[in-house]
Structure formats: C-alpha cells, structure tokens
C-alpha cells in the first residue's frame, strides 16, 4: 500500500487504468476498466511563504548581484535618451539584459515554490540523504550559492533543520535575510556572474560536464579584476567595465554554445530505495536530458539545420544594439536577447501573484510580468503544429487524423516530468451543439479521461487510434522504480514506464541512446518518430452535419495526478502545503500551443 492509503478514506471509481502496457499494440482498444482507489487529500494548512527580498546588489570574491551588471546593461534612460531599444512590430521596445532576465525563470530559480515543496518532498522521504539532495538540486537552481559555500567552506542547506530546543538548529537559506551572504547568492538564481563565468574548461559537452558539472575558476584577491565575463564579441572595449564591476570582459565563443546549457540541461540522478540506499545494477536515471535530444535531432552543431539552445531561447535581434548605456556606444549586431524564453507561464502567474510572499524585488511590477508571460505563450505557439488530415463522416461516425509535428529541437514536451502536453478535441454540429469533447480541463487542472488524474498511481496509455472519450492523448513521462511501479519521486525514479513526448525531427527511435528512449506503447507506434506523431479520432457522432471540428495541442507543465501525489504529504511538509496554497490560488492551468479545424459532411 502507497502513501494514498494513509488519508481518510476510500472512494471506489471505474477508470481505463491498471492496464499491462503490453497488451495493446498499435490499433487494439484497451482492455476493460479495472476499479480505481483513491484517497482524500489532507485538509490545506493555508500556509504561504515567507521569503525576504535579497540585496542584487551584492559583491564578494566569486560573484556579484545583478544589480551591478544592470548598472551599465539596463537602460534607465527613457523616451528619446533611451539607446537599449529596438523598433519592430509593436513599435520601440526595451530590451535591457537585465530587465529581459529579471521576470525569467532562470532568474527566479530559487524562488520557484514548486521546487520548494518537491525538494522538501524529497527531504521528508529520504531524511539521510540530505546532504546529498541540498547540494545536488542547489548546483542548478541556486549556483551561486552552491559554489560560494564551496570555495568559502561553508554549510550549505536550503531550510531550517533540527531547532533551538534540542541545541541543533542549522540555518537554511530560506530563514535568512538581506544581510547574509549565502542568501543573497542564492536568491540572484542563475545569474549574470554565474553564467558570465562558466570556464570552457575542456568539460562542456561530456558527462563531466553534465548534471551541474561546470566550473567558475577563483582567482586571488589582487587579482580580482581578472575574472573572467565571458562574451560573443570577439573585440570587447575591456578597461571600463573592468574598473566598475571587476570583471575582464573576454571573447568566449563556448558562452553561446549548446554544451553551456547542458551543463544543467542534461541531469542524471543516483536512484535510492525506500531506505534511502543505492539501487543495486542502476547506474543513474535520466532525469532529464534535453541537450542529448538536441543531438539527436536536426538542430545539432552536425545536423542539417544547425540551431543552438541560445538561438530559440535568447533570440538575435536584426538591428545594431549598444550592450550598456554607459562606457561606450558600441551598437552590436547579432544582440542577443536575454529572455530565456521557455513555456511555464503557470509559474511565472504564480511568481507575478505572490511576489512579496516569494521575495521577488518590488522594483518588479506585475507588468513586468505580463509582459513576459505573453511573450512566452507566443514563443510556445511556434513549438509545434498541427494538421488535420483524412476527414470523413460515415454511418454517424466522424473519422479524422491528427498529425502534431514538433518543431522544438528537443522532446516536447522536456525536462522534469511534471510536464505534459495533450490533445483537446471538440466537435459541434450544423446547429453550433456540442456532440463531443476529449480532453477536457476543468478548473482545478485534472484532465477529464486522463486515468492519472483520478488515480496518481494511473497513467495514461498512448494511442494510435482513439475511439472514446475515456481515451486522451497525453505526451509524457511518467516514471517508475526499481520495482516497475509508478513513482513521483525524482530519487526513487530508476526508469520511464512511458515516454511518448513528441521527438524532434531527426530523432530516429530506433538508434537513440538509451537515455533518450521512447518507452511504452509509443515505442510501437509505426508513425511515432522523427519528430511527429499521428492520432486517429473515431467519433460517434449525433445532430445535424455538417460536424466541425476543433482540435488544440495545449501544454501544461503542473501534470495533476502527479501534483495530488505531492499533496498527500501537504500535511506533513510545510513547504508542500505552502506551494498548495499557491496552486489553489491560481486561475492558469495550461496554454494553447497548435491549433487546427476542418468542417466534415
């Protein structure tokens, strides 16, 4: 019996679940539904956090807040003085480094409280990993933090343990303030500083390198102003920038090269049992691996259409742009944009809703946000397609394909395996009436016929063909342990029970390291590879044709069934029921990616 059982009690439901994953091939049904058992949730605490605002203009011998890199590269001229601004469809618009960075989740990293409550998860479950756990998910989400406590040889964990009663509290970093240095590290995120001098020291690009394997070299107090800031320009005017942030700036092509990014974008994790023991024959899980589906696809330095991380995610802008607003006027070509540009809007809404509560700096506005928000959800709309092929209507069943091409140059959709991404179809009649709807997504994010969402220890199959509305496409990860069964737990993860997250072209799945493997029923599915995938939709159909149909690909990166998981221990774990609060407070749930109609009669 799971964790679930401890709650108050059982409700008995039907669901296509429980189902062996080799028991359909391409075109068979599922089986019968089996009963499914869930539990009630814990009561909510209501608990909120309580995070203080950091000093961004902090400096110390490793680092520097980014307030002292926004000093020169963020514009606070205005109207006519401004120089850091483009003209382009929307007219002049600002793009300042540090204003572009400072509403992205790199920059917000460790404010994220769904990182909060799933580290936190992971301490509750495995208390005598902690050392462990705080360094490993430190090393990405709060870096410099993690490297300063490193070379400075200090205690590094990121809440509070024991207490003043027993004469063993230690202090985590989310119980300080302002005036400690660790905090203010830690709360700058992934960073100017950071990422500035990230050294091309020979491991980029390898395992080594990989998993928070990079490196920032120290140098000497008189020698401080040698530090490295990394840059693309091969010619950079060096003494002013020198004198007032001491740091050198130097040509470092390896700043904008793919293998800087897989430094945390590949991440292999050691798997524990329940006791909190290494797994026995499992070397690591792959957690996630997102530069290894890069070069498997198209997009890599040797494919056919060579396309590196930063291209997507910090666009190049056509026009000549000055890097600061002071120490030169150098326009540049090729600037680019320091956006990160990436899909979780929900977090970002969850970041612009309760700033004060996670510490955002109140110089931030909830515009601020907005604006990225809606920047993001238009760059989410060029990550896919979607084509509607073969319609035809037949004794009252609507048949139609579904052809979704990913157009990312990775797995969509990527990185932790919260994420999923599904199809929502809608078909009226001649009389606007609704005669069906698969995929529907209520209020509270559950997807209705997604089997995970009634039973988190559920999942759903992938399809080749769809004949109920019991039966949604959902483009995932799920994860099991040691023993095969479905886990929510990144430590206890040994495997993927199903990866049918769309490939990006060029990904043969037939060849691809085993990292990168599609797993269950997708791992059959004849049209599932290089980068697409096509459904069959069978519809039994009433009313008055001729039908339309709607058919969106919509993402959404908090999977319900797998945030109910994490909720069982709301009561327990102050962290999870805080990010509880949060979620409950939230309106946005998921975003549209593709959408497609066709009119069938």
């Known amino acids: 019996m799971n964790r679930f059982n401890r709650h108050l009690m059982l409700v008995m439901l039907f669901s296509l679940i429980g189902l062996s994953l080799s028991a359909c091939g391409d075109n068979e049904a599922p089986e019968a539904p089996e009963p499914n058992i869930i539990d009630v949730l814990p009561n909510p605490r209501g608990l909120i956090p309580e995070l203080q605002q950091a000093d961004a203009a902090f400096e110390s011998a490793h680092y520097s807040g980014n307030l ?41 990293s460790t404010r994220d409280p769904y990182w909060h409550a799933v580290f936190a998860s992971e301490l509750h479950n495995f208390p005598n990993l902690s050392e462990e756990i705080n360094d490993t998910c430190t090393r990405c989400h709060a870096p410099m933090a993690n490297d300063f406590a490193k070379k400075e040889g200090l205690p590094l964990q990121v809440f509070d343990s024991g207490s003043e009663e027993t004469g063993d509290l230690r202090q985590g970093i989310y119980s300080m303030d302002a005036s400690q240095d660790l905090f203010n590290h830690a709360m700058d995120g992934v960073s100017c500083s950071m990422c500035h001098q990230m050294a091309d020291d020979g491991n980029l690009g390898t395992d080594q390198g990989m998993s928070g394997g990079w490196t920032v070299i120290a140098y000497p107090e008189e020698n401080f102003q040698d530090r490295p800031a990394y840059g693309q320009y091969t010619d950079p005017d060096q003494g002013y920038m020198r004198q007032q942030s001491g740091y050198t700036p130097v040509y470092g092509p390896h700043i904008s090269s793919s293998e800087t990014c897989g430094s945390c974008h590949n991440l292999k994790t050691e798997p524990v049992d329940k006791n909190g023991q290494p797994v026995p024959g499992v070397a690591h899980f792959a957690e996630q691996m ?29 026009q000549l742009v000055p890097l600061a607003n002071a120490g030169g006027d150098i326009a540049r070509p090729d600037f680019a944009e320091h956006t990160f540009l990436g899909a979780n809007t929900v977090m970002q809404d969850m970041l612009k809703n309760f700033k004060t509560e996670l510490g955002v700096s109140s110089d931030i506005s909830e515009a601020d946000f907005d604006e990225s928000i809606e920047r993001n959800r238009q760059f989410l709309k060029t990550s896919a397609m979607l084509e509607l092929q073969n319609s035809q209507l037949a004794n009252n069943t609507l048949t139609m394909d579904v052809k979704i091409t990913n157009l990312t140059g990775h797995k969509l959709p990527s990185g932790y395996h919260s994420r999923r991404a599904y199809l ?28 995970e969402d009634t039973s988190p220890d559920s999942y759903e199959l992938h399809y080749d063909k769809i004949t109920s509305a019991t039966q ?15 886990t929510h737990s990144l430590l206890a993860a040994t495997q993927f029970l199903k990866d049918n997250r769309l490939t990006p072209a060029g990904f043969d799945k037939n060849t691809v390291p085993e990292d990168v493997a599609v797993k269950g029923l997708a791992a059959t599915d004849s049209d599932f590879n290089n980068g697409q995938d096509t459904v069959t939709y069978e519809i039994a159909v009433t009313g008055k044709p001729p039908y339309s149909a709607l058919v969106e690909l919509r993402y959404q990166p908090l999977a319900f069934g797998s945030l109910m998981s994490l909720f069982a221990e709301s009561d327990e774990v102050d962290q999870v029921d805080m990010f509880r609060t949060i979620y409950d407070s ?12 066709t009119q069938v009669q």
């Open 424 to 451: 929502h179809v809608l078909v009226t009649d001649a009389d606007g009436k609704l005669v069906y709807e698969n995929g529907k997504i209520g209020p509270d994010g559950s997807i209705a016929g997604v089997s």
């Open 586 to 597: 939230t309106t946005l749930r998921d975003e549209v990616i593709a959408t497609a109609t």
């Open 290 to 318: 997102v530069y290894t589906e890069w070069e498997n696809s198209i997009f890599d330095d040797d494919g056919l259409q060579p396309t590196s991380c930063q291209s997507c995610h910090m666009p190049k802008v056509d």
């Open 68 to 108: 002292v890199c926004a000093a020169c590269h963020t514009d606070h001229n205005v109207g006519d003085a401004a120089t850091m601004v483009i003209q382009d469809d929307s007219g002049f618009r600002d793009v300042s480094i540090g204003r572009a960075w400072e509403t992205s989740l790199m920059a917000n």
């Open 472 to 486: 949604v496409q959902v483009y995932q990860g799920i994860t099991g342990d040691a023993a095969g069964d479905q």
